[in-house]
Structure formats: C-alpha cells, structure tokens
C-alpha cells in the first residue's frame, strides 16, 4: 500500500544484501529509485498503507508496470525485479492473523460468531474463517516466499489464523467514521480484558459491518489499509499490527470486481480479495520500510485489481485460484524473482 514516508525517512540507511538463492532476487534500492516527497505526495497517507479503490488501484498498477519496463529498457542501475529492500523487518516465520469482528450486532458474515465472546480460529465457520485457516501453505501464497529478512532468509508460506473476537461494544453503525486511534484503543480494550492475546507478529484484523467508516475514507479513497499504532502490555509500550477492514460488499464495483460471487457469498468472497491484499503485505512491509518500489508501492498494490486467468463457477461466480478446496477470486501479487511480475501462484 502507499506509504507513511516518515517511516521511509527513518529507515533510509538501505542494506545492500546479496541473494539467498537463485530463484530470489533481493536488491537494494539505488537513490534514484528512493520515493519522493515532492513528486508523489498523494502516497503521503495518514493512515498506513492503503488498497485504493478498484478504478486507482488499477492505474498504480499500470505505472508500476510502466516504471520496470522504462528501467529495464534504458539498463536502470538496480532494476532488479521493480521491487527493492529498505532494510526494515518483515514476518519471517510465520504470518499470525486475529480477526475482529466488530459490529452492534453479530455476524458480520454468514457463519461467522453468532453472539459477543472469543474463540480459536478453528471454530470460525464463516468463509474468512475458512479462507484464513487455507490460506498459508497454498501455491497463492508462496508468492511471499520469494521475498526476505534482512538476512536474506525467505519468508516461510505459513499463515496461523490464531483466533477471533466478536466484539459488539461500541460497534460502529453505518456510515459512522471511525479514526485509527479509536481502532488502537478497541485494541487495547481487548488486551486488558483478555478476549484477544498480545503479539507482536500478529496481524489484528478488523472487520466492521455495513458501510461503516474505518479511517474516514472508505469507499471513496480506499477499500482497506494495514498500518501500526502502539498500546501498553504489562507497562510496557508495544507496536500493534493492524488492518482496517470495512464491508467491501457495501461499495460493489468500487471495492468488489462486480461479478457474481463463487462461493453465494458475495460479503465474504469480495473481503477475502482485500484480505489477502492486507495480509500479504504486513508479511512483507509489517513497519513501513522493507519491501516497496520507487513509487513507494507494496508487493499486492502492483498487482491490486488484476486476476490473470479466470474462471466461471457452477453457479456463475468468477474465480481464479484455489484456497484449499473452494474457489476464490483474489488479486494476482509481485514475485520478487526473475523479472518480477503479476503471478497467482508460485513456482
């Protein structure tokens, strides 16, 4: 997602690593290739690290593609795979994921909790449930895979769908904004009464109903963002993963594809597209200032609302891979080996 440059600036002492094998091609971003303040400060947003919607998301896609073909062509010093790394962290082993349910009333999607409390993610029978135990492991993931830590280890395709926690108290209703710091503090609620654990590799994921408005620009900026806040455990101040997660299927053709749902679940289906997005992307760039390209997009937003090959259902539902044994519809992500590019698996 675009940027909060400030983190960039924080981390602009680039590591120049070498490969961790032939299939990986890690390169360190050569100052010419750095972001700019002055020339793109639309990706100077507040809130993280946001999914545009679908009609902008699609046009940073093709200035990336664009950008790497401009390169390669004139022999750009360092430019690689059209993806560099800035040195920062990334979820190395494993890529945790606690969804919150957060609305007045329970469930936001079909099957999901039915009443207020805590569980496993084993025992979340929505299709996000079911989407999040399938998804590490699968050849969609795997694309991740291609990229590192700084010590040039590749990240593991391995995604713990730990738990989750429906919490109606003060669920926003429709239409009402809701700031980061209000997600932080819902966070830190949950944390002092026990219904959610504390980690710092896990990536909390918020899901509200309706057309209710996390960060304030939902559906007319943005479809989803993950960023970071920081609450306290045990005394101590501590970083939170977290990804906004608004009712995609409120905006459709602005935040869905607009086509019939696979699974005859057109909320949840059109979620799981942002979702992975989200959580792709906190694997690769958790803090801001690991993984992005000269325009300072993440590894899914060079891909954001592009399928590759896709496929009808029984029931007429669009679809283009499989997560373990349904199908799904879900954007192609950036390989970072060879030249780089749009895949929906890997190798």
């Not at 002092?192 to 509200?208: K, R």
Request: glycine content about 12%; overall charge negative; aromatic content about 10%.
């Amino acid at each position: 997602m675009n940027r909060v440059f400030a983190s960039i600036v924080a981390s602009a002492a680039l590591l120049g690593l070498a490969a961790c094998a032939d299939s990986v091609t890690e390169v360190a971003a050569p100052v010419d290739l750095q972001p700019s303040f002055s020339q793109y400060p639309e990706l100077n947003d507040s809130h993280g690290h946001i999914m545009k919607v679908k009609s902008e998301g699609k046009k940073d896609v093709e200035q990336s593609e664009k950008d790497l073909a401009f390169a390669k062509s004139n022999s750009k010093p360092g430019a690689g795979t059209g993806i560099y790394y800035h040195g920062g962290p990334v979820l190395q082993s494993a890529t945790k994921v606690v969804a919150i349910y957060w609305a007045p009333s329970q469930p936001i999607y079909n099957g999901g909790p039915s009443a207020a409390g805590s569980g496993a993610g084993t025992s979340d029978g929505s299709l996000v449930g079911y989407f999040l135990r399938n998804l590490g492991g699968s050849s969609y993931y795997a694309i991740n895979a291609t990229y590192t830590d700084g010590s040039g280890t590749a990240i593991r395709n391995v995604v713990n769908y730990t738990g989750y926690w429906a919490n109606t108290t003060n669920g926003p209703v429709d239409g009402q904004n809701v700031s980061d710091a209000a997600m932080v503090a819902m966070l830190q609620s949950g944390f002092n009464s026990g219904a959610i654990t504390y980690d710092p590799s896990t990536l909390y994921s918020i899901f509200t109903a309706g057309k209710a408005n996390l960060g304030g620009g939902f559906g007319t900026q943005y479809c989803a963002y993950h960023t970071h806040g920081t609450v306290t455990i045990g005394g101590v101040s501590r970083t939170v993963l977290y990804a906004a997660m608004p009712y995609d299927q409120a905006y459709p053709g602005v935040c869905t594809e607009g086509t019939a749902s696979p699974n005859n679940d057109a909320g949840a289906d059109s979620e799981v597209n942002t979702l992975a997005h989200e959580i792709e992307e906190t694997t690769t760039d958790m803090m801001g200032n690991a993984w992005f390209d000269r325009r300072g997009y993440e590894n899914a937003d060079k891909c954001a609302w592009t399928w590759g090959t896709t496929y009808t259902a029984s029931n007429g539902g669009v679809w283009n891979i499989t997560i373990g044994s349904k199908n799904f519809l879900v954007q192609r992500n950036w390989v970072n080996a060879g030249s780089g590019g749009c895949y929906k698996s890997w190798p």
